[in-house]
């Protein structure tokens, strides 16, 4: 009986746990904790549909999250006219002889099927013709962009559309880097599978991180447009003045909370949207094809399921979805840092979140994502305040004392370790396990 109240139960408490952040220390905290939950929880989403749909072990959810950003800066950045004057046309002429280098390599290694040796030479040989070719045009391009006005843009811009259409390029960006990673990878073994995807997000980093003509690189990018009002402007609204006032607060806490409030309105829906497609998906045939899958591909195979197919599509989808959630946190972080993308939290963290939460269980993987961010960052002054409670009774100067203060930060580490474990021990299929239907 109780089965059945264990969802709402469980988000109950996770609201509770929110309202008692914002209660002792600060809506603003608790807003912001909430506003990185729900993009988590989507990142969590997208793994979920990899793993606890078909089995596929992806640890390249950092390489797709930075390529959402990357959209985000490339839809809503405003071009740089001296940049594109400067080296424009070379970088355009270098790109399109990537693509013609791609075309004639698969129609090289399709039309020599069957020939052996032959065959990878000539596809090889046709690749660095064409990366040779390609670095020996863009190559001065790339210079040149690079050298106009480099402490302030250095790189061509973007296209200065609306940020929230970068969200669905974000999407489609990763998806189409996900098709090209997945063609090549998704025929390994599953140990094999996630060291590859491992590497190629490390590659996909390196590259954002020394192209500067695409993005900046380690020189970041400030001043990404919101899809939401500015602080500055609530404050010169007479209406948030007179809100202010009424609830006794200042005009600068009802703005920032406002704002806040406006960023978990829009991640909502783009959270709902997903959570109610992937229901459907799961509940659908489709759904239990994949799950049948995953559990025994033998019998799949054996049963007329192309697996290497079934494999590719829910590798799409759920990068793709981790890349909309990438293009969303640069739009809530207001800038693109490349050198911020760490496989700890854009790839431990997101499969904490999915095994806490309930790997294959749509609502598991929103509920870790909430409370497995939320324990992240609140460890931190939660383990200063232990620290400080445990070495009340030792002298300031103490070197015990002022060590284990300084290093509190860390207990954050030691706890995700914890959880970890006992989830593991405890509750193996998480707090809302999957459903057999």
Not at 357 to 374: D, H, Q, R, Y
Request: proline share 4%.
């Amino acid at each position: 009986m109780m089965e059945q109240y264990r969802t709402p139960l469980m988000f109950a408490m996770m609201a509770a746990l929110l309202a008692i952040v914002g209660i002792f220390q600060s809506w603003n905290v608790a807003l912001t904790i909430v506003n990185l939950c729900l993009i988590s929880s989507i990142m969590t989403l997208g793994v979920n549909i990899q793993w606890g749909y078909a089995g596929l072990v992806n640890f390249g959810m950092m390489g797709f999250t930075a390529l959402g950003g990357l959209a985000a800066v490339l839809i809503a950045m405003p071009p740089v006219p001296d940049a594109w004057a400067a080296g424009g046309s070379g970088v355009m002429a270098g790109l399109a002889i990537i693509v013609v280098t791609a075309i004639v390599s698969l129609l090289i290694w399709k039309k020599l099927k069957g020939s052996g040796v032959k065959r990878y030479w000539l596809t090889a040989l046709s690749i660095i013709i064409g990366v040779v070719t390609m670095r020996l045009v863009a190559d001065p391009s790339i210079a040149a962009i690079e050298s106009v006005e480099s402490a302030r843009t250095g790189y061509l811009g973007g296209f200065g559309l609306p940020v929230t259409l970068s969200w669905i390029v974000g999407g489609f960006v990763a998806a189409g880097a996900a098709f090209v990673i997945g063609r090549i990878s998704l025929g390994l073994r599953s140990d094999y599978l996630a060291i590859a995807t491992l590497g190629i997000s490390e590659i996909v980093i390196y590259v954002l991180k020394n192209e500067d003509w695409l993005a900046r690189g380690v020189k970041n990018i400030n001043g990404l447009p919101r899809p939401v009002p500015y602080e500055i402007e609530l404050q010169e609204t007479p209406w948030v003045s007179q809100l202010a006032d009424m609830l006794g607060a200042s005009v600068v806490d009802v703005s920032t909370i406002m704002v806040k409030l406006s960023y978990a309105g829009l991640f909502t829906v783009v959270l709902l949207i997903f959570l109610w497609l992937s229901e459907v998906a799961l509940r659908s045939p489709w759904g239990r094809m994949m799950r049948a899958i995953r559990d025994n591909e033998v019998a799949a195979n054996a049963m007329g399921k192309h697996v290497t197919a079934r494999h590719l599509q829910v590798f799409i989808l759920g990068s793709a979805m981790v890349g909309v959630a990438g293009a969303m946190l640069t739009t809530l972080d207001g800038q693109f840092t490349p050198a911020s993308y760490q496989p700890l939290r854009f790839t431990f963290l997101i499969w904490v979140m999915v095994i806490v939460g309930g790997s294959g269980n749509n609502f598991g993987s929103v509920l870790g994502g909430f409370i497995v961010w939320f324990f992240w960052i609140e460890s931190e002054p939660l383990g200063l305040w232990f620290i400080s409670t445990i070495t009340a009774g030792l002298d300031d100067g103490s070197v015990l004392k002022t060590q284990l203060i300084e290093n509190a930060a860390h207990m954050r580490l030691m706890t995700m370790g914890i959880v970890l474990l006992v989830m593991l021990r405890f509750a193996p299929q998480g707090l809302l396990p999957e459903q057999k239907r």
